[in-house]
């Protein structure tokens, strides 16, 4: 992703869940992905366009499970 | 298999339907109302016909589009730089929008054609708040969309592969009498209305009906794309009969039929 990248729409941000376990995500926006802690997916964001796909998600490893768990999630 | 529309070319799409979706669009909008200030859910935007009506309303604070198919949302998501519209990538029977997030829901052309309607459903049911109203519209493939039964009934004349092809798009699901009030009772809603929607389809002559057939996507295309070219061709000449119905080549209205419904969330 470049820093061009545009940034998702605010308000579609507030209302996206996980499509597996419909919990809450966490928007890493370095990564332009957001962040499944419950699945353990990460759902990729192409030129601004989630894509909500479980097919399409990267699983997450067990260290970067661990550095979520720890951090507290963005208010 | 999520969805059992072929959806690769976008351009191709508006072609064959986008240049008349918008026409139903309205048409939809009109039976399920809008107010001011609303989240509108655009569930199986493709390239964004409703979603792009739904912005040319003032109503809406924010219209959502979801579809399962990437190229149609990279298209629909490049038509307006309208600051209420968002679109994303989804799956009908897996949504990713919270509880009650969104006031009212659409689905415009999509649902006879996900592999889960039922399902596609329960979840516009979830994502949608109590009392708000979801509405939908699906072709009527069997009695009201002229210019489709002209191209299966020529072609099922020529070819059993079309008669098959026509046997599964006039089955498709949610598509017959009273079908889509019943699956959106069965979905629990409440207050389900049932109507018919009809547009006119307005062609210029036999080439503006048969270019985009020739290149279509979805079911026609399938079967279209299949074709060997001496039997295209055999097609294409019982088409054009067809069409011209006995007169010369140049203009014809074909009409064309859409089951709809709503309903409201209990």
């Known amino acids: ?75 | 298999m999520a969805s059992t529309y072929t959806a690769g070319d976008a351009a191709a799409y508006e072609r064959l339907m986008g240049r008349w979706s918008p026409l139903l669009a309205e048409r939809l909008i009109a039976f399920a109302g809008l107010e001011k200030g609303e989240t509108v859910l655009d569930l199986g935007c493709g390239t964004g016909s409703l979603a792009l009506a739904l912005a040319r309303r003032t109503e809406p604070g924010h219209i959502l589009g979801v579809d399962i198919a990437p190229p149609y949302v990279a298209y629909a998501a490049a038509r307006s730089a309208d600051p209420r519209l968002a679109f994303h990538i989804g799956d009908a029977a897996r949504l990713d929008l919270a509880d009650a997030s969104v006031d009212r829901s659409f689905s415009l052309l999509a649902l006879n054609f996900m592999a889960a309607p039922s399902r596609a459903l329960a979840e516009l049911a979830r994502v949608t708040r109590p009392g708000g109203t979801i509405a939908a519209a699906v072709w009527d493939f069997t009695g009201g969309l002229v210019y489709q039964r002209i191209f299966w009934d020529t072609a099922a004349a020529l070819d059993a592969a079309a008669a098959r092809a026509r046997a599964r798009q006039l089955s498709s699901p949610l598509t017959n009498d009273g079908e889509l009030a019943a699956a959106f009772a069965a979905a629990g809603l409440k207050e389900v209305e049932a109507c018919t929607l009809t547009i006119r389809q307005a062609y210029q002559g036999f080439d503006d009906y048969w270019q985009p057939i020739r290149n279509a996507e979805g079911p026609v295309g399938d079967y279209v794309k299949r074709l060997p070219p001496e039997r295209l061709a055999a097609l294409e000449a019982a088409l054009e009969a067809a069409y011209c119905a006995g007169g010369a080549d140049g203009p014809r209205s074909f009409a064309a039929s859409a089951w709809a419904a709503k309903g409201s969330v209990g």
């Open chain 1, 1 to 75: 992703m470049t820093d061009h990248a545009p940034d998702v729409d605010p308000r579609l941000l507030e209302i996206l869940v996980c499509p597996m376990t419909k919990a809450p995500l966490r928007y890493d926006r370095a990564a332009q992905e957001l962040i499944s802690l419950e699945a353990g997916l990460a759902y990729p964001i192409r030129d601004g366009i989630p894509i909500m796909l479980v097919d399409e998600a990267r699983a997450l490893d067990e260290a970067e499970k661990a550095a979520l768990k720890a951090a507290p999630p963005p208010p």
